[in-house]
Protein backbone atom coordinates (compact mmCIF):
# COMPACT_ATOMS: atom_id res chain seq x y z
CA UNK A 1 0.00 0.00 0.00
CA UNK A 2 0.89 3.22 -0.60
CA UNK A 3 1.20 6.03 2.12
CA UNK A 4 -0.74 8.79 0.93
CA UNK A 5 1.24 11.98 1.64
CA UNK A 6 -0.19 15.71 2.36
CA UNK A 7 1.57 18.27 1.26
CA UNK A 8 1.25 21.40 3.56
CA UNK A 9 2.02 24.91 2.42
CA UNK A 10 4.39 26.44 4.54
CA UNK A 11 3.82 29.78 6.39
CA UNK A 12 5.19 31.79 3.92
CA UNK A 13 3.20 30.82 1.70
CA UNK A 14 -0.55 31.27 3.12
CA UNK A 15 0.48 34.42 5.01
CA UNK A 16 -1.74 37.36 3.38
CA UNK A 17 0.44 40.47 2.77
CA UNK A 18 -0.76 42.87 5.43
CA UNK A 19 -0.72 46.12 3.30
CA UNK A 20 -3.33 46.27 0.38
CA UNK A 21 -2.87 49.30 -1.54
CA UNK A 22 -6.39 51.32 -0.87
CA UNK A 23 -8.37 52.14 -3.43
CA UNK A 24 -8.52 55.68 -4.97
CA UNK A 25 -11.70 57.69 -4.14
CA UNK A 26 -13.93 58.61 -6.60
CA UNK A 27 -13.38 62.27 -8.36
CA UNK A 28 -15.69 64.46 -7.10
CA UNK A 29 -18.09 66.30 -9.29
CA UNK A 30 -18.80 69.73 -9.19
CA UNK A 31 -22.10 70.35 -9.10
CA UNK A 32 -23.55 72.76 -12.60
CA UNK A 33 -23.26 76.45 -12.10
CA UNK A 34 -27.04 75.83 -13.28
CA UNK A 35 -28.28 73.78 -10.40
CA UNK A 36 -26.31 76.03 -8.14
CA UNK A 37 -27.89 79.53 -9.20
CA UNK A 38 -31.36 77.79 -9.94
CA UNK A 39 -33.29 78.13 -6.65
CA UNK A 40 -32.03 81.31 -6.38
CA UNK A 41 -34.02 82.38 -10.22
CA UNK A 42 -37.45 81.25 -8.71
CA UNK A 43 -36.24 83.08 -5.25
CA UNK A 44 -35.80 85.98 -7.32
CA UNK A 45 -39.71 87.26 -7.65
CA UNK A 46 -40.08 86.88 -4.26
CA UNK A 47 -37.43 89.27 -3.42
CA UNK A 48 -37.77 91.92 -6.19
CA UNK A 49 -41.43 91.92 -4.75
CA UNK A 50 -40.25 92.52 -0.80
CA UNK A 51 -37.85 95.00 -2.47
CA UNK A 52 -40.57 96.88 -4.15
CA UNK A 53 -43.17 96.78 -1.52
CA UNK A 54 -41.30 96.56 1.79
CA UNK A 55 -37.80 97.92 1.67
CA UNK A 56 -38.13 100.89 -1.11
CA UNK A 57 -41.10 102.64 1.26
CA UNK A 58 -39.38 102.12 4.53
CA UNK A 59 -36.23 103.72 3.49
CA UNK A 60 -38.66 106.28 1.68
CA UNK A 61 -40.17 107.04 5.20
CA UNK A 62 -36.91 107.37 6.71
CA UNK A 63 -35.51 109.94 4.01
CA UNK A 64 -38.92 111.85 4.66
CA UNK A 65 -38.75 111.92 7.98
CA UNK A 66 -35.55 113.86 8.06
CA UNK A 67 -37.23 116.10 5.25
CA UNK A 68 -38.93 119.65 4.97
CA UNK A 69 -42.23 118.55 2.76
CA UNK A 70 -44.38 121.57 1.56
CA UNK A 71 -47.96 121.30 1.97
CA UNK A 72 -48.16 120.65 -1.86
CA UNK A 73 -45.77 117.54 -1.20
CA UNK A 74 -42.44 119.60 -2.79
CA UNK A 75 -39.32 118.53 -1.61
CA UNK A 76 -37.19 121.37 0.11
CA UNK A 77 -34.48 119.62 1.06
CA UNK A 78 -33.46 117.89 4.21
CA UNK A 79 -33.89 119.19 7.70
CA UNK A 80 -32.36 117.03 10.17
CA UNK A 81 -34.01 116.05 13.37
CA UNK A 82 -36.55 119.13 13.02
CA UNK A 83 -39.53 117.08 12.37
CA UNK A 84 -38.97 114.85 15.62
CA UNK A 85 -38.33 117.29 17.77
CA UNK A 86 -41.45 118.96 16.52
CA UNK A 87 -43.56 115.97 16.81
CA UNK A 88 -42.27 115.49 20.32
CA UNK A 89 -43.15 118.72 21.96
CA UNK A 90 -46.93 118.15 20.66
CA UNK A 91 -49.04 117.19 23.62
CA UNK A 92 -51.23 115.33 21.63
CA UNK A 93 -48.38 113.02 20.11
CA UNK A 94 -47.64 112.43 24.33
CA UNK A 95 -50.99 111.22 24.51
CA UNK A 96 -50.99 109.37 21.26
CA UNK A 97 -48.10 107.27 22.56
CA UNK A 98 -49.72 106.69 25.73
CA UNK A 99 -52.97 106.00 24.04
CA UNK A 100 -51.44 103.58 21.66
CA UNK A 101 -49.62 101.61 24.45
CA UNK A 102 -52.77 101.10 26.25
CA UNK A 103 -54.44 100.55 23.00
CA UNK A 104 -52.45 97.29 21.96
CA UNK A 105 -51.33 95.93 26.00
CA UNK A 106 -55.25 95.75 26.58
CA UNK A 107 -56.39 94.77 23.02
CA UNK A 108 -54.03 92.34 22.97
CA UNK A 109 -53.76 90.99 26.64
CA UNK A 110 -57.63 90.23 26.91
CA UNK A 111 -57.76 88.76 23.50
CA UNK A 112 -55.55 86.57 24.40
CA UNK A 113 -57.24 85.16 27.26
CA UNK A 114 -60.60 85.24 25.83
CA UNK A 115 -59.31 83.18 23.14
CA UNK A 116 -57.45 80.83 25.49
CA UNK A 117 -60.99 80.33 27.09
CA UNK A 118 -63.14 80.18 23.79
CA UNK A 119 -60.75 77.37 22.44
CA UNK A 120 -60.70 75.12 25.44
CA UNK A 121 -64.48 75.15 25.38
CA UNK A 122 -64.96 74.75 21.68
CA UNK A 123 -62.23 71.73 21.60
CA UNK A 124 -65.01 69.65 23.92
CA UNK A 125 -67.45 67.81 22.18
CA UNK A 126 -71.11 69.32 22.49
CA UNK A 127 -73.98 69.41 20.70
CA UNK A 128 -74.44 72.74 17.96
CA UNK A 129 -70.35 72.94 18.02
CA UNK A 130 -70.09 73.73 14.65
CA UNK A 131 -72.69 76.32 15.21
CA UNK A 132 -71.22 77.77 17.80
CA UNK A 133 -67.71 77.93 15.66
CA UNK A 134 -69.39 79.37 12.92
CA UNK A 135 -70.71 82.57 15.18
CA UNK A 136 -67.68 83.06 16.42
CA UNK A 137 -65.56 83.77 13.49
CA UNK A 138 -68.06 85.49 11.99
CA UNK A 139 -66.61 89.01 13.67
CA UNK A 140 -63.32 87.97 12.12
CA UNK A 141 -64.80 87.44 8.90
CA UNK A 142 -66.77 90.64 9.01
CA UNK A 143 -64.68 93.81 7.69
CA UNK A 144 -63.61 95.84 9.96
CA UNK A 145 -64.99 99.38 8.77
CA UNK A 146 -68.29 97.50 8.51
CA UNK A 147 -67.68 96.32 12.27
CA UNK A 148 -66.88 100.34 12.99
CA UNK A 149 -69.98 101.66 11.85
CA UNK A 150 -72.71 99.61 13.39
CA UNK A 151 -70.58 99.98 16.94
CA UNK A 152 -70.92 103.41 16.26
CA UNK A 153 -74.44 103.79 15.63
CA UNK A 154 -75.50 101.18 18.54
CA UNK A 155 -73.07 103.74 21.45
CA UNK A 156 -75.17 106.97 19.96
CA UNK A 157 -76.50 109.41 22.51
CA UNK A 158 -79.69 110.13 20.34
CA UNK A 159 -80.53 107.14 18.51
CA UNK A 160 -77.98 104.56 19.11
CA UNK A 161 -79.57 100.81 19.59
CA UNK A 162 -78.21 100.13 22.98
CA UNK A 163 -80.13 103.11 24.87
CA UNK A 164 -83.23 101.94 22.56
CA UNK A 165 -82.91 98.80 23.98
CA UNK A 166 -81.91 99.60 27.45
CA UNK A 167 -85.14 102.04 27.53
CA UNK A 168 -87.56 99.81 25.79
CA UNK A 169 -86.60 97.32 28.91
CA UNK A 170 -87.22 99.68 31.38
CA UNK A 171 -83.57 99.51 32.46
CA UNK A 172 -83.05 103.80 32.25
CA UNK A 173 -85.39 106.36 32.07
CA UNK A 174 -83.62 108.62 29.60
CA UNK A 175 -80.78 108.26 26.93
CA UNK A 176 -77.29 107.79 28.38
CA UNK A 177 -74.32 109.45 26.70
CA UNK A 178 -72.10 106.19 26.67
CA UNK A 179 -69.13 108.99 25.21
CA UNK A 180 -69.55 111.40 27.46
CA UNK A 181 -65.80 111.74 27.92
CA UNK A 182 -62.38 111.20 25.95
CA UNK A 183 -61.74 107.92 28.30
CA UNK A 184 -65.41 106.44 27.75
CA UNK A 185 -64.63 106.69 23.73
CA UNK A 186 -61.35 105.14 24.45
CA UNK A 187 -62.36 102.05 26.68
CA UNK A 188 -65.22 101.48 23.64
CA UNK A 189 -62.68 101.14 20.86
CA UNK A 190 -60.85 99.23 22.99
CA UNK A 191 -63.87 96.70 23.75
CA UNK A 192 -64.61 96.30 20.09
CA UNK A 193 -60.68 95.70 19.07
CA UNK A 194 -61.13 92.85 21.51
CA UNK A 195 -64.44 91.90 19.77
CA UNK A 196 -62.67 91.60 16.56
CA UNK A 197 -59.65 90.05 17.97
CA UNK A 198 -60.78 87.11 19.98
CA UNK A 199 -61.97 84.61 17.21
CA UNK A 200 -58.37 84.47 15.41
CA UNK A 201 -57.15 84.15 18.68
CA UNK A 202 -59.42 81.15 19.33
CA UNK A 203 -59.09 79.54 16.11
CA UNK A 204 -54.91 79.78 16.60
CA UNK A 205 -55.74 78.04 19.86
CA UNK A 206 -57.88 75.69 18.65
CA UNK A 207 -55.42 74.20 15.84
CA UNK A 208 -52.91 73.89 18.81
CA UNK A 209 -55.24 72.06 20.90
CA UNK A 210 -56.07 69.61 18.27
CA UNK A 211 -52.59 69.29 16.92
CA UNK A 212 -51.37 67.94 21.03
CA UNK A 213 -51.80 63.77 21.47
CA UNK A 214 -54.76 62.85 23.32
CA UNK A 215 -52.43 59.71 25.53
CA UNK A 216 -50.57 62.67 27.12
CA UNK A 217 -53.88 63.87 29.10
CA UNK A 218 -54.51 59.86 29.39
CA UNK A 219 -51.31 59.65 31.48
CA UNK A 220 -52.27 63.03 33.60
CA UNK A 221 -55.80 60.88 34.44
CA UNK A 222 -53.75 58.12 35.34
CA UNK A 223 -50.98 60.36 37.75
CA UNK A 224 -54.45 61.90 39.18
CA UNK A 225 -53.91 65.73 37.58
CA UNK A 226 -57.00 67.66 38.14
CA UNK A 227 -57.92 69.85 35.66
CA UNK A 228 -55.89 72.80 36.91
CA UNK A 229 -52.53 70.90 36.84
CA UNK A 230 -53.12 69.26 32.86
CA UNK A 231 -54.09 73.02 31.72
CA UNK A 232 -50.68 74.50 33.43
CA UNK A 233 -48.22 71.55 32.85
CA UNK A 234 -49.62 69.80 29.75
CA UNK A 235 -51.93 72.16 27.82
CA UNK A 236 -50.11 75.60 27.93
CA UNK A 237 -46.95 74.63 27.51
CA UNK A 238 -47.00 72.63 24.41
CA UNK A 239 -49.59 75.63 23.12
CA UNK A 240 -46.82 77.58 23.24
CA UNK A 241 -45.70 78.14 19.82
CA UNK A 242 -49.41 78.51 18.64
CA UNK A 243 -49.63 81.40 21.22
CA UNK A 244 -46.19 83.03 19.86
CA UNK A 245 -47.57 82.82 16.27
CA UNK A 246 -51.30 84.71 17.58
CA UNK A 247 -49.66 87.06 20.00
CA UNK A 248 -46.66 88.28 17.37
CA UNK A 249 -48.88 88.92 14.36
CA UNK A 250 -51.81 90.12 17.07
CA UNK A 251 -49.05 92.60 18.15
CA UNK A 252 -48.54 93.70 14.48
CA UNK A 253 -52.21 93.98 13.45
CA UNK A 254 -53.62 95.70 16.41
CA UNK A 255 -50.65 98.49 16.53
CA UNK A 256 -51.31 99.59 13.36
CA UNK A 257 -55.10 99.17 13.46
CA UNK A 258 -56.70 102.33 11.33
CA UNK A 259 -60.59 101.65 10.96
CA UNK A 260 -61.84 101.06 14.39
CA UNK A 261 -60.39 104.18 16.40
CA UNK A 262 -61.47 106.39 12.92
CA UNK A 263 -64.54 105.47 12.22
CA UNK A 264 -65.54 105.56 15.37
CA UNK A 265 -64.26 108.92 16.93
CA UNK A 266 -61.17 109.89 14.58
CA UNK A 267 -59.09 110.81 17.39
CA UNK A 268 -61.67 113.50 18.83
CA UNK A 269 -62.20 114.83 20.97
CA UNK A 270 -59.38 117.27 20.96
CA UNK A 271 -57.21 114.55 19.77
CA UNK A 272 -57.28 112.70 22.38
CA UNK A 273 -58.12 108.94 21.68
CA UNK A 274 -55.56 109.02 18.66
CA UNK A 275 -53.36 106.15 18.06
CA UNK A 276 -50.05 106.55 16.26
CA UNK A 277 -51.37 105.58 12.53
CA UNK A 278 -54.69 107.92 12.92
CA UNK A 279 -52.54 110.45 14.64
CA UNK A 280 -50.00 110.41 11.28
CA UNK A 281 -52.87 109.70 9.08
CA UNK A 282 -54.20 113.07 10.37
CA UNK A 283 -50.76 114.84 10.08
CA UNK A 284 -50.28 113.53 6.48
CA UNK A 285 -53.68 113.76 5.00
CA UNK A 286 -55.60 116.60 6.88
CA UNK A 287 -53.08 119.25 8.62
CA UNK A 288 -50.55 118.63 5.13
CA UNK A 289 -47.15 117.82 7.64
CA UNK A 290 -45.76 115.33 5.94
CA UNK A 291 -42.50 115.41 7.06
CA UNK A 292 -43.75 115.14 10.90
CA UNK A 293 -46.17 112.68 9.59
CA UNK A 294 -42.88 110.53 8.25
CA UNK A 295 -41.43 110.77 11.48
CA UNK A 296 -44.15 109.69 13.72
CA UNK A 297 -44.48 106.20 11.12
CA UNK A 298 -40.97 105.68 11.88
CA UNK A 299 -41.35 105.86 15.94
CA UNK A 300 -44.42 103.56 15.75
CA UNK A 301 -42.22 101.17 13.71
CA UNK A 302 -39.18 101.57 15.80
CA UNK A 303 -41.21 100.65 19.05
CA UNK A 304 -43.24 97.67 16.98
CA UNK A 305 -39.98 96.20 16.43
CA UNK A 306 -38.46 96.17 19.70
CA UNK A 307 -41.21 95.10 21.65
CA UNK A 308 -41.66 92.41 18.59
CA UNK A 309 -38.25 91.67 18.83
CA UNK A 310 -38.01 91.40 22.09
CA UNK A 311 -41.24 88.79 22.64
CA UNK A 312 -39.32 86.81 20.16
CA UNK A 313 -36.02 86.49 22.28
CA UNK A 314 -37.94 85.79 25.55
CA UNK A 315 -39.99 83.56 24.30
CA UNK A 316 -37.12 81.16 22.34
CA UNK A 317 -35.16 81.71 25.50
CA UNK A 318 -37.84 80.38 27.49
CA UNK A 319 -38.50 77.15 24.81
CA UNK A 320 -34.80 76.33 24.86
CA UNK A 321 -34.43 76.06 28.56
CA UNK A 322 -36.85 73.61 28.43
Known amino acids: MKESTKLRASPEQTAKPMTQKKKAAPPKHRTPLKRRVEPYIWLLPSIVMMGVLILIPIVTVF ?46 GLSTIIGIVLGLVLNEKFHGRKFVRAIVVFPWATALIIQSVVWKYIINADYGALNNLLYNLGLIKSYVNWTATPQAFFAWECFVGILVTV ?30 DRLFRVTLPLLMPSLTVSTVLNIIYVFNSFPIV ?56 AEKEE
Open 262 to 317: WTISKGDPADQTHTLVTYLYKLSFTNQRVGEAAAVSVVGFVILAFCASIYMVMTLR
Open 63 to 108: QTSFSEISKAGVFKGFNGIDNYLWIFKQAAFRTTLRNTVVWTVVVV
Open 199 to 228: PFVTFCVLSGLQSIDTSLYEAADVDGASFW
